[in-house]
């Protein structure tokens, strides 16, 4: 079988990192799909470069330059890379320009809307909570935490610290 163009690397990978957003898992399905099932990558050389992949710091997506090689050589390497990191390139500049038009209204509606996130964060945990039966003492950080979280800018460590200072003040006095 013939190995496939640098082209078809780089738009096999480009599709795959449509699909590769907080991860590799679409890549490697596309990948199978198009090169494994049909002979034109073995299945064992895949395997080998996908697990060799996480030997080494950086994004999951970085086992496409060994695909490459494999295809076609150290060309086949830099499309599979440029065909990874195209879509996020792509995708980040439509965002920062849209971003960019948007920043008045975002500002406009970002008070608001951290009372929507809490209002919302307070709902997904209420099921947590209502297994948990929390007391008077529970309810009253609960409380304390969603004032300072909304509209005061507090930063979100000294939220987390004082939560646990305030859980391990009550461990010691109750």
């Known amino acids: 079988m013939n190995p496939p163009s640098l082209i078809e690397i780089l738009l096999v990978t480009a ?5 590769a957003f907080g991860g590799a898992n679409g890549l490697v399905a596309v990948i199978q799909h198009q090169w494994v ?3 034109a990558l073995d299945a064992q050389a895949f395997a080998w470069v996908f697990a060799t992949s996480y030997l080494f710091p950086g994004p999951r997506a970085g086992f496409v ?12 390497a830099a499309a599979a890379l440029v065909g990874v990191i195209l879509p996020a390139c792509v995708t980040s500049a439509v965002v920062h320009a849209g971003l960019r ?3 008045a209204t975002i500002r406009s509606v970002a008070a608001p809307a951290a009372f929507v996130v809490a209002g919302l964060i307070a709902a ?4 947590l909570a209502d ?23 507090v930063e979100p460590l000294w939220l987390v610290l004082g939560a646990a200072g305030v859980g391990l003040l009550a ?3 109750l």
């Open 15 to 19: 599709l795959g990192g449509l699909a």
């Open 37 to 39: 099932r049909t002979g």
């Open 65 to 76: 330059a060994g695909v490459g090689y494999l295809l076609r050589g150290f060309p086949g």
């Open 101 to 103: 038009r948007l920043e």
């Open 124 to 127: 997904a945990a209420w099921d």
């Open 131 to 153: 297994s948990l039966r929390p007391g008077w003492l529970e309810l009253v950080g609960l409380a304390a935490a969603a004032w300072l979280a909304g509209p005061r800018d």
């Open 171 to 173: 461990a010691w006095l």
